[in-house]
């Protein structure tokens, strides 16, 4: 088994494109969700899934941010029109259900120019 | 809103030592999960140890066990015999029983150096 796995780990784009990120989950959790961790900071909440529904979203989840997990699998978050303020690791876990301990993937580093 | 504080930015320990980290709290709620995780250099979070509100007894694992003070919403971990593979980011966390609201709410860490 392996845990959960993030790609890419780095990204660089510049202001104004759009990137994608994709977080596949330990299988059989059926809860994945993302955060946002910028530097010096902890992780910030953005949304969560249980299988392919979006039950939660973040009031940081602004219009330019946008997740699916299309099958109840894997997930991608993508956020279109950057900015420099999008640079961050972007985390992902995952839980087998409600309550249970999540486990977070090595997250992917954002930097935008 | 759910806020979580850990006061002490850096905190630095003699290997073999024990050193405890602070975090406090803000909820209305009566039912709900604490926790402490350990992020290393290369990011990974782990989960350290979790607490249930509704438990008096504060949980151990090992040489990590935590001061859980409801009333006064603290919940600091105590880390004893300190070896150097404990150097991380330690963040609190908090979190709703389950259902609708499911994410973890974070404090903004506490960077542990282990003095060899």
Known sequence: DTGVSQDPRHKITKRGQNVTFRCDPISEHNRLYWYRQTLGQGPEFLTYFQNEAQLEKSRLLSDRFSAERPKGSFSTLEIQRTEQGDSAMYLCASSLASGTEQYFGPGTRLTVT | ?116
């Open chain 2, 1 to 116: 809103a759910q806020t979580v504080t850990q006061s002490q930015p850096e905190m630095s320990v003699q290997e073999a030592e024990t050193v405890t980290l602070s975090c406090t709290y803000d909820t209305s709620e009566s039912d709900y999960y604490l926790f402490w995780y350990k992020q290393p250099p290369s990011r990974q979070m782990i989960l350290v140890i979790r607490q249930e509100a509704y438990k008096q007894q504060n949980a151990t694992e090992n040489r990590f066990s935590v001061n859980f003070q409801k009333a006064a919403k603290s919940f600091s971990l105590k880390i004893s015999d300190s070896q150097l593979g404990d150097a991380a980011m330690y963040f609190c966390a908090y979190r709703l029983p389950g259902g609708g609201a499911d994410g973890l709410t974070f404090g903004k860490g506490t960077h542990l150096i282990i003095q060899p």
